[in-house]
Structures are given as structure tokens and as C-alpha cells.
Nanobody
């Protein structure tokens, strides 16, 4: 059974930091990407960051580049998203996804339930 369990969301003031974690199990992680996506109320879900489990390749949305960092643990099953210099527009429900490709949402096979991030001004 595939499981993606996210944690680390919460409320923070603008300029603050949060670190999201997503522990995955029950699927093959090699040769594909793990990623983070987010959805704000009334907006479509968008790609935030993705990391290739087979090597050191990352992709970031332009709006988060330089502020967010995606990383994997040594087992390539837990993905992290370090979010610094947070802005109110970063608020939303953050989803972890696995067995996908870069920031292409439709390419991902598995999704977590989401963790809420709220940034106040």
C-alpha cells in the first residue's frame, strides 16, 4: 500500500521559515521524481519543486527559486522542502507527490493528503 505522509505545515509570519517533510513507502522511488505542489483557495494547483531520485537534479517554480530548497534523505524515500523568506502568497495546501516527472502534475502517480501553510503579513 502506497503511503505519503506529510508533516511540518503551520502558520508563520512573513519572512519566516518552515520545513515540510514527506515520508513515502510502498512504491519504487528510483528513476523518477518526488515533488511538492501547492494550491491556494480559488486557484489551480501548481508545481513548487521537484527532485530526481536517481541523481542531483532539481526543478523550482520561478516564484520560489532562491527561497525554497528541496532535498531527499539517503534512502530516497523522504523528501523535504525548506521554505525561507516566506511570503503571504506562499500560503496554501502543500501536497507531496511521488513517481512523477519534474513539475508535471499529471505525470505523478501518488499524492499525499496535503499540509496547510499559512503566511501572515
Amino acid at each position: 500500500q502506497v503511503q505519503l505522509v506529510e508533516s511540518g505545515g503551520g502558520s508563520v509570519q512573513a519572512g519566516g521559515s518552515l520545513r515540510l517533510s514527506c515520508a513515502g513507502s510502498g512504491y519504487t522511488s528510483s528513476g523518477r521524481y518526488m515533488g511538492w505542489f501547492r494550491q491556494a483557495p480559488g486557484k489551480p494547483r501548481e508545481g513548487v519543486a521537484a527532485i530526481y531520485t536517481g541523481g542531483d537534479i532539481t526543478h523550482y517554480a520561478g516564484s520560489v527559486k532562491g527561497r525554497f530548497t528541496i532535498s531527499l534523505d539517503n534512502a530516497k524515500t523522504t523528501v523535504y522542502l525548506q521554505m525561507n523568506s516566506l511570503k503571504p502568497e506562499d500560503s496554501g495546501l502543500y501536497y507531496c507527490a511521488a513517481e512523477g516527472w519534474a513539475l508535471q502534475q499529471d505525470a505523478y502517480n501518488y499524492w499525499g493528503q496535503g499540509t496547510q501553510v499559512t503566511v501572515s503579513s
